[in-house]
């Protein structure tokens, strides 16, 4: 299996959930765990070894292994690993320490992010998939106006309408938008360092 099999076998996926369950496709998985990450590449050069293990770890994580994407995201020090500690933990759930603490250490690794050129694609994702949801969709309509505002993603507020979601304060509808952002999401960023890793 290659890096792009692995994309397209999680592209197939119809749901993602906002919190990571059980693994989703277990073959994939022990593919994933038993390859090198230069094995996935295949004869692409890899200009950028950290972004190839940071796409690795965010088909875990798409794949709802929470552990192994956690274990590698680890050991990125950058911003885009960063990122992919704050998605695990946004997506950790009431494992361990409880939602709530969980919520709080995306939040702290967001803030080490900075300012993240996916941001910009996954901004711009969200607002199709709010304006799709139509303008009789109130919260929809007054999310998108509100990152609009902003002009630009806004991973803190994510993390609060995911802790809203599972306080149960959202309605089933908006949380369905919220796992189409956060699917859009994790499908852009895995996009995004696929290529850096080869192309630098």
Not at 41 to 62: C, E, I, N, S, Y
Not at 78 to 85: N, V
Not at 162 to 174: C, H, I, K, M, Y
Request: net charge negative.
């Amino acid at each position: 299996m290659n890096i792009h099999e692995a994309i397209d076998r999680l592209r197939e996926r119809t749901h993602v959930p906002l919190l990571a369950a059980s693994v989703w496709d277990e073959r994939l998985d022990a593919a994933l765990r038993g390859a090198d990450v230069e094995d996935l590449f295949g004869d692409a050069p890899l200009r950028k070894p950290q972004m190839a293990a940071a796409a690795v770890a965010g088909l875990h994580l798409w794949n709802d292994n929470f552990d192994a994407g956690h274990n590698i995201c680890q050991g990125i020090s950058s911003a885009t690993g960063a990122y992919w500690h704050g998605l695990c933990h946004r997506r950790e759930g009431h494992a361990g320490s409880g939602l709530a603490s969980n919520l709080g250490n995306a939040k702290y690794w967001f803030r080490q992010v900075g300012d993240h050129p996916a941001f910009d694609p996954v901004y711009r994702s969200a607002l199709t998939v709010l304006d799709n949801a139509g303008s009789g969709f109130r919260w929809a309509t007054e999310t998108a106006n509100l990152l609009r505002e902003r002009r630009k993603w806004d991973p803190m507020a994510f993390i609060d309408w995911v802790g809203q979601a599972e306080a149960q304060t959202l309605s089933t509808e908006t949380q369905r938008l919220l796992e189409e952002i956060q699917w859009r999401e994790i499908d852009l960023l895995v996009d995004w360092c696929v290529r850096e890793a080869v192309e630098g």
